[in-house]
């Protein structure tokens, strides 16, 4: 049972355009969330989060929006780069007893950017 | 500044054997965590350990266990390899539990 959902395995977009990308959960417990960008042969790396008492985040070119009566968010890429084709995974912090807290991430969406 | 590091990069195991995948924290981290990574799926959460004791754990068989050392770093430990067990191995570490993670490069172990 998929906790964290993305449905959209891969997307294409141009240079310069927008990249939306899509990721929606069904644990109302989870209290913030992630994105991480992946290239092949390395480990996932840290883009941005949010927590689950805000509706936007922005960082640079990337922002994230929250919204949690859908239990959906989506990260906005503007505008879009070569560079940022990679797969990008959604993440969901997920708190347990004595301190644990475990992500929970969903399959992925490969982002290709083209020139 | 050394980012986490896990070794080996790479490993060839048979059916049955046992494996130890290892990992380095950025300094002054405390925590560790491990998953696992199948070719198409995203990462899954199988160990957390904070201060040397574990505090969290994934839904994987008992042939799946972990330590930490006093400086922290990690070891995983699969036994009885199983050809499903084949992935990428990932070892992330943060400052304290819900700070954040930065994940390691990772360990392909293929199962054969």
């Known amino acids: 049972d998929q906790q964290v959902k993305q449905n959209s395995p891969s997307l294409s977009v141009q240079e310069g355009r927008i990249s939306i990308l899509n990721c929606d959960y069904t644990?109302?417990?989870?209290?913030?969330f992630l994105w991480y960008k992946k290239y092949p042969a390395e480990g996932p790396t840290f883009l941005i989060s949010i927590s689950s008492i805000k509706d936007k985040n922005e960082d640079g070119r990337f922002t994230v929006f929250l919204n949690k009566s859908a239990k959906h968010l989506s990260l906005h890429i503007v505008p879009s780069q070569p560079g940022d084709s990679a797969v990008y995974f959604c993440a969901a912090s997920e708190r347990g007893k004595g301190g644990s807290e475990k992500l929970v991430f969903g399959k992925g969406t490969k982002l290709t950017v083209n020139p | 500044d050394a980012g986490v590091t896990q070794s080996p990069t790479h490993l060839i195991k048979t059916r049955g054997q046992h494996v130890t995948l290892r990992c380095s924290p950025i300094?002054?981290?405390?925590?560790v965590s491990w998953y696992q990574q199948v070719l198409g799926q995203g990462p899954q959460f199988i160990f957390q350990?904070?201060?040397?004791?574990?505090?969290g754990r994934g839904n994987f068989p008992d042939r799946f266990s972990a330590r930490q050392f006093p400086n922290y770093s990690s070891e995983l430990n699969v036994n009885a390899l199983l050809l499903g067990d084949s992935a990428l191995y990932l070892c992330?570490?943060?400052?304290?539990?819900?700070?954040?993670?930065?994940f390691g490069s990772g360990t392909r172990l293929t199962v054969v």
């Open positions: 992330a570490s943060s400052s304290w539990t819900g700070s954040g993670y930065t």
């Open positions: 644990n109302s417990m989870f209290d913030y």
């Open positions: 350990y904070y201060e040397k004791e574990e505090r």
């Open positions: 300094s002054g981290h405390k925590s």
